[in-house]
């Protein structure tokens, strides 16, 4: 029986390297990355609508701007408080049991699922499972500086 060559062996290791990269994200290190404040935004160059807080319990709370309609037909823009669940398994963010103080202008949720697409110190891109609509957040501030 031969032995194989370095180079080979260098080959088969490369390899294994490259499959190991390209395998499932790291779920732990996700999640340490996703806990704190962020800004909800439609894009990088979009202004804030909203604020999440992903505590390290899996708990979130914050708010998003929803557009209250008046009875003389005018509207005006509101803070709505929302709050809920979250993990994260396989590299998707679940959200669960997300509810709102105004469930007529953001229904309760009983499950949300974003694949991250990427996630650094400063930002976070997503894709929504359920209708493939590319979600932007930017860092606010880190847990450390978040009262709960």
Do not use: Q
């Not at 398994?89 to 699922?113: C, F, H, Q, W, Y």
């Amino acid at each position: 029986m031969k032995h194989p060559s370095l180079f080979t062996l260098l080959l088969i290791t490369a390899t294994i390297g490259i499959a190991n990269a390209a395998g499932p994200p790291d779920d732990a290190a996700l999640t340490a990355a996703l806990i704190g404040a962020w800004e909800v935004m439609e894009s990088p160059s979009a202004v804030p609508y909203g604020e999440v807080i992903y505590t390290a319990d899996g708990h979130l709370h914050g708010f998003n701007t929803g557009v209250d309609w008046l009875p003389d037909g005018s509207t005006r823009k509101v803070k709505v408080k929302m709050r809920g669940d979250w993990a994260i398994k396989r590299g998707v963010l679940v959200i669960t049991n997300l509810e709102s103080d105004r469930v007529d202008l953001i229904p309760r949720v009983a499950l949300k699922r974003y694949l991250i697409k990427s996630i650094s110190t400063s930002e976070a891109h997503f894709k929504d499972l359920s209708d493939g609509a590319s979600l932007y957040r930017r860092r606010k501030r880190s847990i450390r500086d978040v009262k709960v």
